[in-house]
C-alpha cells in the first residue's frame, strides 16, 4: 500500500511533470496576464498623459514648436492672473449649480413616479432614457435652435404668457440656464434609472411598517426613501460632479464660434484650456489649466460628498 | 384577537402601497414622454422647412415638405463628409465596444475567480482610475499623437478606450456573482488552460452583462465629441465632428443643420428600438451593484 505498482515510463513521468508545472505556472501567473490590458493601457493613456500634463505645464510649451524653457510655475501664475480665468470657473460652476440641482430633484421625482405599480413598466422606463442616445452635440444644436434671442420658440412661447424676451445668449447667467437644459435633457432619465433601482433595492417591510404606524405617502417618502437611497445619491452626484465640471460638448456649440460667447458669456474651463491650446497654441497654460480643473474637481467633489452625508443621515430609520 | 388585527392592518398596508397609480401618475409620466420625444419632433418640423422656417413668427406645427432636400443637402456637402463620418463611427464605435467587452471580461474573469497576490489592491487601483477626469490627460496624449503622426486617423480614436476601467469594474462585479466557482473548478480538473476556461465557461456565463457593455460602450463611444473633435479633422471625421462642421457652415439655415441632427441621430433610434429593455436592464443593474 506504498504507491502505486503502475510503473510509469521515464519519459511519461517527466511530460506529465513538465504538464503539472506547467499548470501551476498557468493558474499563478495568466490572472496577471488577463488583466494586463487594462494597466497597459492605462500606463500609456491614462497615467502616462497625467504624469506628463505636470511635466508639460511647468515649460513653455507651443503647439508647433514642441518644448520649450523650463519655466516653474508661471503658466500657472500667467493663468490665475487671467480674469477669463475665473470666469471660466463661474460659468462652470454656475452651469453646474443649474443643471445639477434640478436635475437631481426632477431624476428623484421621476424614479419616484417609476417606482409606483405601474402598468407597462418597461416602456415607461424606455421613455425616460430615449435621450440618453442623443449625442449632446445633436442635443446642443436642437435646443440651440430654440432658445434663439429674437425668433427662438422659448421666448415665442414666453410672448404668449407675456414674459419679456429672456436674452438666452447675451446675459451669462440665461445662456447658463440654456446650457444646463441641455445636459439635463440628456441626463435626468439616465440618472432617474439608477436611483430607481436604488429605490427598488429598499427592503418593502420598511415601507408596511411605517404604513402600519399610519404615515402618508410623502411622509413614507421622506422618512424611507431618501435616507435608503443614500449610497445610490452618493454615487449619481459624484459621477454628475465628475462629468458636469468637465463641460465642453454643449456650451462649444452654443454658438458658431465655439469659444463661449463674446464675453465669455458660456466659456467653461474646459473651453478655455481648448482656446489656450488650440487656438493660441500655448500647451503649457492649457496643460495648467487641466491640473487646475483637476483641483476644482477633486475640491467640489468632498464638498458634494460632505453634504450628501449630511442631508440622508439626518432623518430616518437608516442604521 | 390582538395577532388578528395587526395581520388585517397589515394587509391594509400592503395593499396601500401596492395599489395602482392613478390618472396624476400616468399624466405626469405622459409629459415626461413628451418632453422627451419632443426635440425629435422640432428637428423633424424645422428640418422639413426651410432656411425661413426658424423665424417665421406664424410657424406651422406641421411638417414641411423639405426634408429629402435637407438632407440631400447635408450628404452632397462636401466638408461635412456624411457618409465617411457615418462609416468612422460605426468602424470606431464597433471596434471600441468588441475589444472593451472582451479584454474587460478577461480581466473581470481573473479578478472574480483567480487567485493572484495583489489581487484587491489592483481591483482598487482600477475604481480610482474611473475618478480620474479625462480632460486632465488631453493635452499630452494629443502630443504623443502627433508625435507618432496618428491625428486625422481612426487609430488615435480608437487606442484610447479599447478597455475601459468601467468595463473590467462591471464585469468583475458580473463573474463574481454569476459563475460558479465549482464550474471553473471543473474546467482545471479537466485540464483546461485558464485561457480555455475563459473562453468556453466564463464567457459564456458572462454574455448578458458583456451585451449590456458593449452596448452602453457603442452608445458612449457613438456620441463622444471631445477627443474625436481634437485628435480628427474635416477630412476624417467621425458624426459628432462632422455635425459641428455643419452647423460652422451652414450658422444661418438651421432647416439643413437639423436635417443633419436627425440623419446622425435615426442609427441609435433604431437602436434603441430594439435594445433599449436591455440598456434600461443594464443601467439599473449596474446602479445596483455599483
Not at chain 1, 480674469?83 to 428623484?108: D, E, G, H, K, Y
Not at chain 1, 404668457?161 to 446675459?171: E, M, N, R, S
Not at chain 2, 477630412?235 to 436635417?259: E, G, H, K, R
Request: glycine share 8%; charged share 10%.
Amino acid at each position: 500500500m506504498t504507491t502505486s505498482t503502475f510503473v510509469v515510463p521515464e519519459r511519461t513521468r517527466s511530460r506529465l511533470a513538465f504538464r503539472e508545472s506547467l499548470g501551476r505556472w498557468d493558474v499563478r501567473f495568466s490572472p496577471y496576464l488577463f488583466v494586463s490590458p487594462f494597466f497597459i493601457l492605462f500606463a500609456l493613456v491614462g497615467l502616462f498623459p497625467l504624469l506628463y500634463t505636470g511635466w508639460v505645464a511647468v515649460h513653455q510649451w507651443d503647439l508647433l514648436g514642441g518644448q520649450g524653457k523650463w519655466v516653474g510655475f508661471d503658466n500657472f501664475t500667467f493663468v490665475l492672473q487671467q480674469r477669463q480665468f475665473w470666469v471660466a470657473v463661474r460659468n462652470t460652476l454656475s452651469i453646474f449649480l443649474v443643471s445639477a440641482v434640478p436635475q437631481l430633484i426632477f431624476a428623484i421625482v421621476i424614479a419616484a413616479v417609476l417606482d409606483s405599480n405601474l402598468r407597462n413598466k418597461t416602456f415607461w422606463r424606455m421613455s425616460v432614457l430615449v435621450p440618453f442616445v442623443v449625442m449632446p452635440v445633436a442635443v446642443a444644436l436642437i435646443f440651440g435652435s430654440m432658445f434663439g434671442e429674437r425668433y427662438g420658440l422659448v421666448n415665442r412661447t414666453l410672448a404668449h404668457v407675456g414674459i419679456a424676451p429672456i436674452l438666452w445668449h447675451t446675459d451669462p447667467f440665461a445662456s447658463h440656464v440654456a446650457i444646463a437644459t441641455m445636459v439635463n435633457f440628456r441626463w435626468t432619465g439616465y440618472n432617474a434609472l439608477i436611483l430607481l433601482a436604488g429605490m427598488q433595492a429598499i427592503p418593502r417591510d420598511l415601507y408596511e411598517s411605517a404604513a402600519i404606524d399610519g404615515a402618508g405617502r410623502i411622509n413614507r417618502f421622506f422618512r424611507i426613501t431618501i435616507p435608503q437611497l443614500r449610497p445610490t445619491l452618493i454615487f449619481v452626484i459624484i459621477t454628475a460632479t465628475i462629468g458636469g465640471l468637465q463641460i465642453f460638448d454643449e456650451p462649444r456649440l452654443y454658438d458658431q464660434n465655439g469659444l463661449g460667447g463674446e464675453n465669455q458669456q458660456w466659456m467653461t474651463m474646459t473651453i478655455y484650456l481648448y482656446k489656450l491650446g488650440w487656438t493660441q497654441l500655448n500647451f503649457g497654460r492649457a496643460a495648467a489649466v487641466a491640473w487646475l480643473l483637476f483641483v476644482v474637481i477633486v475640491a467640489i467633489g468632498l464638498v458634494n460628498l460632505a453634504i450628501t452625508r449630511r442631508i440622508a443621515s439626518n432623518e430616518g430609520p437608516a442604521n | 384577537m390582538t395577532v388578528l388585527i395587526s395581520g388585517i392592518r397589515r394587509r391594509q398596508a400592503e395593499a396601500r402601497i401596492a395599489q395602482r397609480p392613478g390618472l396624476l401618475v400616468y399624466g405626469l409620466l405622459s409629459a415626461i414622454l413628451v418632453a422627451s420625444l419632443f426635440p425629435f419632433y422640432w428637428s423633424f418640423l424645422i428640418g422639413s422647412g426651410n432656411g425661413g422656417t426658424l423665424s417665421d413668427t406664424n410657424m406651422s406645427w406641421w411638417p414641411g415638405g423639405n426634408f429629402l432636400h435637407n438632407a440631400a443637402a447635408v450628404i452632397n456637402n462636401e466638408s461635412v463628409n456624411f457618409w465617411k463620418a457615418l462609416t468612422n463611427s460605426i468602424i470606431v464605435s464597433s471596434v471600441v465596444s468588441a475589444s472593451v467587452v472582451f479584454f474587460s471580461t478577461l480581466a473581470g474573469f481573473a479578478f472574480a475567480k483567480g487567485r493572484f497576490s495583489g489581487q484587491k489592491g489592483m481591483l482598487l487601483f482600477v475604481i480610482g482610475t474611473m475618478c480620474v477626469p479625462t480632460q486632465l490627460s488631453v493635452v499630452p496624449l494629443f502630443i504623443a499623437m502627433s508625435t507618432f503622426g496618428w491625428t486625422g486617423t481612426l487609430g488615435a480614436v480608437i487606442i484610447p478606450g479599447l478597455v475601459t476601467a468601467f468595463g473590467v469594474f462591471w464585469m468583475t462585479q458580473y463573474i463574481a456573482q454569476a459563475l460558479p466557482d465549482e464550474l471553473v473548478e471543473a474546467g482545471r480538473i479537466d485540464g483546461a488552460s485558464m485561457f480555455r476556461t475563459f473562453w468556453h465557461i466564463a464567457l459564456p456565463a458572462a454574455r448578458p452583462a458583456a451585451a449590456m457593455l458593449g452596448l452602453f460602450t457603442f452608445i458612449m463611444t457613438w456620441t463622444n465629441f471631445f477627443w474625436p473633435f481634437i485628435v480628427l479633422n474635416q477630412s476624417n471625421p467621425t458624426l459628432p465632428v462632422s455635425l459641428a462642421t455643419l452647423q460652422a457652415n451652414y450658422f444661418v439655415d438651421y432647416s439643413i443643420v437639423l436635417a443633419g441632427v436627425l440623419l446622425a441621430t435615426v442609427p441609435l433610434l433604431v437602436l434603441f428600438v430594439f435594445a433599449g429593455k436591455q440598456l434600461v436592464e443594464g443601467i439599473m443593474h449596474g446602479a445596483v451593484k455599483g
